[in-house]
């Protein structure tokens, strides 16, 4: 018997490496999903009625602005789990959304993905501290050895952190260039 999406989405949170992007791949290959009539690089397993779909849909057509191919993941209920799959040029990454809605939380919101992705995609508002913002990813990537990338999407905006640039003595002045611009 075939496995539910909920059981493969589990089978994530054991693999690492070219298992979980090839484990990404088979999610996002499911029959189940389907793009939507609007948007036909959104593809969806349903959850329409969440509390949150709206939210996650307007992300998505971000990312898809921004050339990526969008697969909103359901909520299993059962366990925590990230929000999209994002694909772009055949390389597949699993992101978990934070809406920034105040000021001085990104930390917080940073924290509260773990255990949900390795990747965390922060929509920002156009007036956030850029020197607390630097300082909360910093801090995210120092305390977390597995978090691989934080992806901001800000207004039309969207750059990407990885490890190696939010350690960098550098890392303010780059991110003040994305950010403030």
């Known amino acids: 018997m075939e ?19 090839k484990q990404l791949k088979a999610i996002a290959a499911r029959k189940e999903f389907h793009s939507l009539v609007t948007d036909p690089d959104i593809f969806t397993v349903g959850g329409e009625n ?3 779909y709206q939210s996650l849909l307007l992300v998505a ?14 909520n299993p209920h059962d366990f925590r ?10 390389v597949y990454k699993l992101f978990d959304l934070k809406n920034i809605t105040g000021k ?11 255990g949900q992705a390795n990747r965390v995609l922060l929509n920002m508002p156009s007036d956030y501290n850029t020197r607390l913002l630097a300082a909360d ?3 995210y990537f120092n305390s977390n050895t597995d978090v691989l990338e934080v992806m901001v999407f800000r207004g039309k905006k969207m750059f990407s952190i990885d490890k190696t640039m939010a350690r ?12 403030e611009q």
């Open 104 to 114: 001085a939380i990104v930390g917080s919101r940073l924290l509260e993905s773990l």
């Open 61 to 74: 057509r971000k990312a898809v602005e921004h050339g990526y191919r969008v697969y909103l993941l359901p």
């Open 137 to 139: 990813i910093k801090n």
């Open 168 to 179: 960098s003595t550098s890392f303010y002045r780059i991110l003040k260039n994305y950010y």
């Open 50 to 52: 969440d509390a949150d």
């Open 3 to 21: 496995n539910g999406i909920t059981e493969e989405l589990a089978k994530l949170r054991t693999l690492r490496g070219a298992d979980f992007v």
């Open 81 to 90: 789990t990230a929000d999209f799959i994002l694909e772009r040029r055949n």
